[in-house]
């Protein structure tokens, strides 16, 4: 850290493991915020009389902004610096992704989806490797950045239904306020770089990567995302049609929301239990382990003790690996951590959706059930191909660390 960043971190009381905590409080807000667009569908759907197929594409459209295009801005971000791009990153996605409620047109919508996600896409790889840095224990620092991001999509559905109806939608473009200010603080604190400019290297070290040990860990990275987005996209549709929950059921929001704090909870415990067991361990029982207590999610009574416990214990699982995972790979490209982090979390997400659309014409074909177990039983593969691919990368050893 250059001295003024490190003068600032001191004025501000964020130096080390504070502006890791900065950066997890910046990306739970980030993520909250993109989260709104699925509580926000229906009021959308009335309000400009789309079809199934327009909502459909409005999804699409962010998540692919938002989400594929990771990669570049994290290239972007390992050549010409990291502080200024998570910055604005975040500022440009609160700032347009808080008024999608408010939106005058469907036109104006899917310019602020597509250019919030964008913004979001901006953040993502720049924040993780600036998290990275800021501790010595870097496992932790990056799963407590991803648990921000599942805190946020747990928080956003139910903090913009609470402010419109307590406030009514025109408030939410307020909601904006706490990222931009975080925003302003990170580009005054964190440092610039991991490490020094290297004019003569290549501008784009995304396609090396993929042909290397990283994108093996990419392709363990999308298979468990495919059973992940099945679990939160398919398992409330299950509910409804095989359980007859009613759609508009507050148990089908309870149960999301249990699955993204759980999965939370599972990257944060994933990194603690690495500094005993080593990283590979930790990653492969987890993914072996994760496809029980999903298939037990069929069998239990919706909304008993049991059920909740599954689906707990399921989200814990299926999220412990995604940190480490992300680690692994920012130590595999020590010169391009912000690229890495931008595979690990955006084109692993990208190209499960794409997956996921076989995953639901597969549903229409052989059923819900047994379309969505055959994703979750996508975690055993992942689960060999992590071993080979995050071992000889072990967590550091020793004693105990703090951010």
Same mark, same amino acid.
Do not use: C
């Given at each position: 850290?250059?001295?003024? !960043?490190?003068?600032?971190?001191?004025?501000?009381?964020?130096?080390?493991?504070? %502006?890791?905590?900065?950066?997890?409080?910046?990306?739970?807000?980030?993520?909250?915020? $993109?989260?709104?667009?699925?509580?926000?569908?229906? !009021?959308?759907?009335?309000?400009?009389?789309?079809?199934?197929?327009?909502?459909?594409?409005?999804?699409?459209?962010?998540?692919?902004?938002?989400?594929?295009?990771?990669?570049?801005?994290?290239?972007?971000?390992?050549?010409?610096?990291?502080?200024?791009? &998570?910055?604005?990153?975040?500022?440009?996605?609160?700032?347009?992704?808080?008024?999608?409620?408010?939106?005058?047109?469907?036109?104006?919508?899917?310019?602020?989806?597509?250019?919030?996600?964008?913004?979001?896409?901006?953040?993502?790889?720049?924040?993780?490797?600036?998290?990275?840095?800021? $501790?010595?224990?870097?496992?932790?620092?990056?799963?407590?950045?991803? &648990?921000?991001?599942?805190?946020?999509?747990?928080? #956003?559905?139910?903090?913009?239904?609470?402010?419109?109806?307590?406030? #009514?939608?025109?408030? !939410?473009?307020?909601?904006?306020?706490?990222?931009?200010?975080?925003?302003?603080?990170?580009? *005054?604190?964190?440092?610039?770089? &991991?490490?020094?400019?290297?004019?003569?290297?290549?501008?784009?070290?995304?396609?090396?990567?993929?042909?290397?040990?990283?994108?093996?860990?990419?392709?363990?990275?999308?298979?468990?995302?495919?059973?992940?987005?099945?679990?939160?996209?398919?398992?409330?549709?299950?509910?409804?049609?095989?359980?007859? %929950?009613?759609?508009?059921?507050?148990?089908? #929001?309870?149960?999301?929301?249990?699955?993204? *704090?759980?999965?939370?909870?599972?990257?944060?415990?994933?990194?603690?239990?690495?500094?005993?067991?080593?990283?590979?361990?930790?990653?492969?029982?987890?993914?072996?382990?994760?496809?029980?207590? *999903?298939?037990?999610?069929?069998?239990?009574?919706?909304?008993?003790?049991?059920?909740?416990?599954?689906?707990?214990?399921?989200? *814990?699982?299926?999220?412990?690996?995604?940190?480490?995972?992300?680690?692994?790979?920012?130590?595999? &490209?020590?010169?391009?951590?912000? !690229?890495?982090?931008?595979?690990?979390?955006?084109?692993?997400?990208?190209?499960?959706?794409?997956?996921?659309?076989?995953?639901?014409?597969?549903?229409?074909?052989?059923?819900?059930?047994?379309?969505?177990? %055959?994703?979750?039983?996508?975690?055993?593969?992942?689960?060999? %191909?992590?071993?080979?691919?995050?071992?000889?990368?072990?967590?550091?050893?020793?004693?105990?660390?703090?951010?």
């Amino acid at each position: 850290m250059n001295v003024r !960043t490190g003068s600032l971190a001191a004025k501000f009381g964020v130096a080390g493991g504070g %502006l890791a905590l900065l950066l997890t409080v910046a990306h739970l807000f980030n993520d909250a915020l $993109s989260s709104m667009l699925s509580a926000l569908l229906p !009021t959308l759907q009335e309000r400009f009389g789309l079809t199934e197929s327009w909502l459909a594409f409005l999804v699409a459209t962010f998540a692919f902004s938002s989400s594929v295009t990771q990669p570049l801005f994290g290239a972007l971000s390992d050549r010409f610096g990291r502080r200024a791009l &998570a910055a604005f990153g975040l500022v440009l996605s609160v700032s347009l992704l808080s008024l999608m409620a408010v939106a005058p047109s469907v036109w104006t919508l899917l310019g602020l989806l597509l250019v919030g996600g964008l913004g979001s896409a901006a953040f993502h790889p720049s924040g993780t490797s600036i998290a990275r840095s800021s $501790s010595v224990n870097k496992e932790l620092a990056v799963s407590l950045f991803s &648990a921000g991001g599942m805190l946020g999509l747990a928080m #956003g559905p139910v903090l913009v239904l609470i402010v419109a109806s307590g406030l #009514g939608l025109g408030y !939410t473009p307020w909601l904006m306020v706490p990222g931009i200010v975080l925003g302003i603080l990170i580009n *005054l604190i964190a440092p610039a770089r &991991a490490h020094a400019p290297e004019p003569a290297r290549r501008p784009l070290e995304g396609g090396r990567l993929l042909r290397g040990p990283v994108g093996r860990l990419v392709l363990v990275g999308t298979l468990l995302e495919v059973a992940f987005t099945t679990f939160t996209s398919a398992f409330p549709l299950w509910l409804v049609a095989e359980r007859g %929950l009613a759609r508009d059921s507050t148990l089908l #929001g309870w149960t999301l929301t249990v699955f993204f *704090l759980a999965a939370a909870l599972g990257g944060v415990t994933g990194s603690l239990l690495s500094q005993r067991w080593g990283r590979s361990r930790v990653v492969t029982l987890s993914l072996l382990a994760a496809p029980l207590p *999903l298939f037990a999610t069929f069998a239990a009574a919706p909304g008993s003790a049991a059920f909740f416990g599954w689906v707990l214990l399921a989200g *814990l699982l299926t999220n412990m690996a995604f940190p480490l995972l992300i680690v692994s790979a920012q130590d595999l &490209a020590p010169r391009s951590e912000a !690229t890495a982090s931008g595979m690990l979390m955006g084109l692993t997400v990208g190209l499960a959706g794409l997956l996921y659309v076989g995953v639901g014409r597969l549903q229409e074909v052989v059923g819900m059930a047994p379309a969505m177990a %055959l994703s979750y039983l996508a975690l055993l593969p992942a689960a060999l %191909l992590a071993r080979a691919a995050v071992d000889g990368h072990p967590a550091p050893s020793g004693g105990a660390k703090t951010l």
